[in-house]
């Protein structure tokens, strides 16, 4: 996405429903780095609910994630640009996901939120193949999935590796 953002975006964004909660309440609109802002304001407000039960947390995930699959695919095709940079709903789900395993500290929070960062935008096998081949909101969902997957992972064993428990 661009340094400048077009004022016709950011109208379309804040008069549209469907493109509000795909820009993250706003948060894809940043000029620089959507994702991660979306990322971040998503351990923010996580942050504010911790703890929750992990079995809540990942039903709200999967809500989050079919609604998503409309959602971003229906941004996507209004805007006539498939995974718009802007477009964070799929980072939200994607760093809840992550954030299902982190121990309710600032320490473990933030680990959780660089390793799903990383996951994201390396985007190791078979992230990059889905981003690749799936079309629609599934595709623009699924990537991040599967890099909150790769992300909670990481972050599961780094807890149990320092902390033994």
């Known amino acids: 996405m661009n340094d400048k953002i077009s004022t016709g975006l950011v109208s379309a964004v804040l008069r549209d429903p469907v493109h509000w909660l795909a820009f993250g309440l706003g948060a894809g609109l940043l000029p620089k780095a959507p ?3 979306g990322s971040l304001v998503t351990v923010l407000v996580f942050w504010w609910w911790a703890p929750v039960d992990t079995l809540v947390l990942l039903g709200i995930a999967g809500v989050l994630f079919v609604a ?5 695919g229906e941004s996507a095709r209004r805007l006539g640009v498939h995974d718009h940079g802007g477009i964070v709903w799929d980072e939200i789900v994607g760093m ?3 954030l ?6 600032p320490l473990w929070f933030g680990v959780a939120f660089v390793a799903f960062r990383i996951f994201d935008i390396w985007k190791p096998w078979p992230i990059r193949d889905l981003d690749h081949s799936l079309s629609g909101g599934l595709g623009i ?5 599967c ?3 790769y992300a909670a992972l ?3 064993l780094l807890q149990r590796f320092f902390t033994g428990l």
């Open 35 to 37: 994702g991660t802002w």
């Open 68 to 72: 998503g699959i409309w959602i971003c």
């Open 96 to 98: 809840l996901l992550t």
């Open 100 to 105: 299902s395993v982190a121990y309710p500290e």
């Open 141 to 145: 969902m699924l990537d991040d999935v």
């Open 147 to 149: 890099a909150a997957a």
């Open 154 to 156: 990481a972050t599961f």
